[in-house]
């Protein structure tokens, strides 16, 4: 039996700003922006979205009335959760109709909470063949104006399900990871903005790459000559390029690697960090803009959480995989956002739900997205 990435589905904002224009605004060389971090557009969310409705839209996407109903288990990976004891899934759960029949919980770990959950679905779909299991990965990067995070920013959401037989990828199950306690970047309670030592991030990403992937090699006795293409965590695309160069040098297949570098990169480059998603809107950007895989090319994924949780894993192209159909779905939707001018952007980002109490309504007509959040009263959250 194969076990894996059945379905994928995407989410993002319908609103964008252009790199170029952030740079001019903050006074950088456009080329900062464009090369040195390796971003052309970013992902901006307005106040009727948050982790739960992108979710609920990415996922919308991709189930039948039948998953629905076969779902036992949602798996919500985010580290910008709507409260703090509700699980964001549950939201989801109602909000998609998935059958009640089910465990539905959050995972937080930065960045690398989704990873948990596919790993988790994959053992539970061994072990109880039948079942399918919902993993979304959603959040808000978030690190305020005018700071140097703030070309890093962005957001959006990605759906999967995990069955036996999968039609995009099966999943070998071999796996090494590797965590410690680091202070790279942290978001505090009282805090919406994360907390960040930028350089200090991006040297331990590195190291935890090489250790996750060191160790992998050593268990599996495979080596760079086993893999088509990887698909990294991206914070920024520049990152992962960074942590690819820093073990392909003496590959036989070193060109192959960084060409099919650029295709993992082309969506992430327009949305910016997603966070939980970042790692497989990669996979979904390769898998989408490639043309030179083929069913059963092994791909490795790594996924990087802050805090920190690194894991190197692998799978395999399934042979009905359909490359046309997810292009389309991801390009209409990148195609049809809205560009706002960076005073714009500023304004809605300082639009959002504040962290104190109160009573809000948003004007939802703005929002032609399936899911939108209307606002809050009485301490709920109002989805429709
Ligand atoms: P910075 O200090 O503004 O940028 O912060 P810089 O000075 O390091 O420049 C960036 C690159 O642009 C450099 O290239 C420059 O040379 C180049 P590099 O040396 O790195 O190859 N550059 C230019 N290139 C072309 N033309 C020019 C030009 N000028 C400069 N004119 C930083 C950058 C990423 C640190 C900042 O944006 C930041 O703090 N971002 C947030 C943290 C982050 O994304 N860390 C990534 C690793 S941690 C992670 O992935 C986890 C995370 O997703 C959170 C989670 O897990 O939840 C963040």
Redesign the pocket.
Known sequence: MTVGIDKIGFFTSPYYIDMTDLANARN??????????GQRRQSVIPQTQDTVTMAANAAAEILTAADRAQIDMVIFGT?TGVDNSKAAAIYLQDLLGISKRARAFEIK????GATAGVQMAIDHVFLHPNSKVLVVAS?I?R?GLE??????QGGGAVAMLITQDPHILALDGQSAFHSDNIM??W?PLYRQE?V????Y??D??IDFFNKTWNQYCYQTKRTLADFAAMVF????T??GL?ALKSVVADADNANQLLHEFDFSTQYNAEVG?L??G?LYLSLISLLANSDSLHPQDRIGLFS?????QGEFYSGTIAESFDRAKLKRQVDRLLENRVKLSIPEYEKMYQSGLPLSAGEVTFDIDSDQSRFVLRGRHSDQLEYV
Do not use: W
């Open positions: 950088v060389d456009p080329n900062k922006y464009l090369i040195g971090i580290e770990q930065a960045c690398y959040d990067a690190y700071t140097a995070g703030e070309v890093t790279d970047f978001r994360a960040v030592d930028g350089h991030s991006t331990i990403y965590h991206l914070p920024f520049k990152m960074k960090n966070y939980t970042s990087y959480g802050s805090g920190a």
